[in-house]
């Protein structure tokens, strides 16, 4: 699974918006609107995201 179908997922479920996310993972409102529109996710980057997606599914 991506990490951008992992935050649609996220985001579909009603846990998170897509603004929210991105400024709890990264201190960033449009991080999720630019990997929609296909930019690059660095590996750093994406391990924040995982980590705020995973306290949200309760695991962290």
């Known amino acids: ?3 951008l179908s992992e935050i649609e997922a996220a985001i579909a479920a ?3 918006t897509a603004t ?3 400024l709890r993972a990264l201190n960033d409102s449009s ?3 630019r990997l929609r529109a296909g930019r690059r996710c660095w590996p750093e ?3 924040a995201v995982r980590r705020v997606l995973r ?3 309760g695991e962290a």
């Open 20 to 22: 929210w996310l991105g």
């Open 31 to 33: 991080f999720v609107f």
């Open 55 to 57: 306290e949200l599914d």
């Open 14 to 16: 009603g846990k998170c």
């Open 1 to 3: 699974m991506t990490i």
């Open 45 to 47: 980057t994406e391990a």
